[in-house]
């Protein structure tokens, strides 16, 4: 498989950037709202972020310098003044006032009456959180580091949550946040978002406590198979113990056995795809 090797060195910013943002997706949104010291009120999204720790409970987003001008952003300059951030998350049915509410207005604006959002009061920290996100999260900031001083260089900011807020709307019969009621979306790169929700969410079970026999225990045959690919594989390979050879034997070639069991994987079937493997 061909494939292109770059140095960063090499790179100009905007390189730089599109093979990150490119790449390493998809990116969740933090839509950020905080306050300066004057009280006046800042909403931006971040898409450098994401869960880092559940005890305690902490959240990373990171306001980066601006790439062409290596200006600092609001929310960054707000956090500094008042260490105090309001994380709401996304969904798809408020991507379009996120976006206008990225815009670049000038300090003092409130984003919140730009992009059409409402401001809740939040119970334990000064910034109001958005009242159309399906979760917020009300948290202090416990560090801010700097990354470093050139344009585009990230500034991490470490946030501790000391009260969540869920719509009810977004939780299944189990209380639990179900995904295709959270509508969540993220960030690509460029222009594009992605929708976690519908035939985009599916599902992988988590070898949690339990030990896969792994690739290196698959018989030649499965392993070296042209047929399934490296997801089937890992299915077969997900199971505790080699099943036993079935009691009756069927004359199969080792391609139809194989295109057999593909179709049984493609339903979960794992079982059953093995039976005809071993027949």
Same mark, same amino acid.
């Given at each position: 498989?061909?494939? !292109?090797?770059?140095?960063?060195?090499?790179?100009? =910013?905007?390189?730089?950037?599109?093979?990150?943002?490119?790449? *390493?997706?998809?990116?969740? *949104? @933090?839509? $950020?709202?905080?306050v300066d010291a004057t009280g006046a009120v800042n909403l931006s999204p971040f898409s450098f972020f994401n869960l880092f720790s559940t005890r305690p409970p902490i959240l990373v987003f990171s306001p980066s310098r601006r790439v062409r001008?290596?200006?600092?952003?609001?929310?960054?300059?707000? !956090?500094? +003044?008042?260490?105090?951030?309001?994380?709401?998350?996304?969904?798809?049915?408020?991507?379009? /006032?996120?976006?206008? =509410?990225?815009?670049?207005?000038?300090k003092g604006v409130d984003e919140f009456v730009k992009s059409g959002f409402t401001p809740v009061p939040s119970d334990n920290v000064k910034p109001p959180r958005v009242g159309e996100s399906p979760a917020a999260f009300e948290c202090r900031?416990? $560090? *801010?580091?700097? !990354?470093?001083?050139?344009?585009? =260089?990230?500034?991490?900011?470490?946030?501790?949550?000391?009260?969540?807020?869920?719509?009810?709307?977004?939780?299944?019969?189990?209380?639990?946040?179900?995904?295709?009621?959270?509508?969540?979306?993220?960030?690509?790169?460029?222009?594009?978002?992605?929708?976690?929700?519908?035939?985009?969410?599916?599902?992988?079970?988590?070898?949690?406590?339990?030990?896969? *026999?792994?690739?290196?225990?698959?018989?030649?045959?499965?392993?070296?198979?042209?047929?399934?690919?490296?997801?089937?594989?890992?299915?077969?390979?997900?199971? +505790?113990?080699?099943?036993?050879?079935?009691?009756? $034997?069927?004359? /199969?070639?080792?391609? =139809?056995?194989?295109?057999? @069991?593909?179709?049984?994987?493609?339903?979960?079937?794992?079982? @059953? $795809?093995?039976?005809?493997?071993?027949?």
């Open positions: 498989m061909e494939t !292109l090797t770059l140095d960063p060195a090499d790179l100009d =910013a905007a390189r730089m950037v599109a093979c990150l943002q490119g790449a *390493i997706v998809p990116r969740p *949104i @933090a839509l $950020a709202s905080t001008n290596n200006t600092v952003k609001h929310t960054l300059e707000n !956090l500094k +003044e008042v260490p105090e951030v309001v994380i709401n998350i996304v969904s798809y049915d408020m991507v379009g /006032q996120t976006s206008l =509410a990225s815009c670049e207005y000038p900031v416990n $560090a *801010i580091m700097p !990354l470093g001083d050139m344009g585009g =260089a990230g500034n991490l900011v470490i946030c501790e949550v000391i009260r969540v807020h869920l719509h009810t709307r977004i939780l299944g019969a189990d209380g639990n946040i179900d995904p295709h009621l959270l509508d969540a979306v993220a960030r690509m790169g460029g222009d594009h978002y992605c929708r976690a929700s519908g035939d985009a969410v599916f599902t992988v079970p988590k070898p949690n406590t339990k030990l896969g *026999i792994g690739f290196d225990q698959l018989p030649d045959h499965v392993r070296h198979s042209k047929i399934l690919t490296g997801n089937e594989l890992a299915q077969l390979a997900n199971v +505790e113990r080699l099943p036993e050879m079935p009691a009756s $034997a069927t004359v /199969q070639s080792h391609d =139809a056995r194989h295109h057999e @069991a593909k179709k049984l994987l493609a339903d979960g079937k794992v079982d @059953a $795809a093995w039976q005809v493997l071993l027949a």
